[in-house]
């Protein structure tokens, strides 16, 4: 059975940090990209970044990019979001979903935790 | 930026079909794979539809996904009260290397 879990959320400060973490467990980790999707209160979805199997290549959102650092951890089957100079906007639920299929890149998630909330608040 | 556009809203009386549609920029989306995703208020979103429009494991036949160009559609057959909620399509854009998620359906049973 496929597991996952986000952690690291939290209340910040305009212009702070936060490591977001996500613990997978169930399946092939290493065969999978992985993304980190969020969801501000009362609005839609949005994918913000993702990191291939190896770890080779990343990708960003426009928002985010050159702010935020996805990573991932093989060994430990996790994967990781730096957040920097966190802005108020940045306020969402933080989801990492199982890829069904993607390797180089997202194709869909299938499976989904309960998120971490961020706050940016003065 | 790379938008795929959905309607706000779309509304059905129970037993009803009702169809929601998405459309992108043919640059970004022209050979793109379409995604479908239900969100019922409070949970995690729950995929719908993957490739080609097949359906996820355990998502009913009623609902179908399909593709034509830059835009697609998602329609649901025999609408019941349990599919209120909002509907995202997604897709991965090659001329940006980006994910993006579709502005978001809410579906309301009458």
């Known amino acids: 059975e496929v597991q996952l879990m986000e952690s690291g959320g939290g209340l910040v400060q305009p212009g702070g940090s936060l490591r977001l973490s996500c613990s997978l467990s169930g399946f092939m980790f290493r065969n999978y990209a992985m993304s980190w999707v969020r969801q501000a209160p009362g609005k839609g979805l949005e994918w913000i970044s993702a990191i291939s199997a190896t770890g080779e290549d990343t990708y960003y959102a426009a928002s985010v990019r050159g702010r935020f650092t996805i990573s991932r951890d093989n060994s430990r089957n996790m994967v990781y979001l730096q957040m920097n100079n966190l802005r108020v906007e940045d306020t969402a639920l933080y989801y990492c979903p199982k890829d069904t299929s993607g390797y180089l890149r997202p194709n869909s998630f299938e499976i989904w935790g309960q998120g971490t909330m961020v706050t940016v608040s003065s | 930026q790379s938008v795929l556009t959905q309607p706000p809203s779309v509304s059905g009386t129970p037993g009803q079909r009702v169809s929601i549609s998405c459309s992108g920029s043919?640059?970004?989306?022209?050979?793109?794979?379409v995604y479908w995703y239900q969100q019922v208020p409070g949970t995690a979103p729950k995929l719908l539809t993957e490739g080609n429009g097949q359906r996820s494991s355990g998502v009913p036949d009623r609902f179908s996904g399909s593709k034509s160009g830059t835009s697609a559609s998602l329609a649901i057959s025999g609408l019941r009260s349990d599919d209120e909620g909002d509907y995202y399509c997604?897709?991965?854009?090659?001329?940006?290397?980006?994910?993006?998620f579709g502005t978001g359906t809410k579906v309301t049973v009458l």
């Open positions: 043919a640059s970004s989306f022209g050979s793109s794979v």
């Open positions: 997604a897709a991965w854009d090659d001329r940006l290397n980006i994910y993006v």
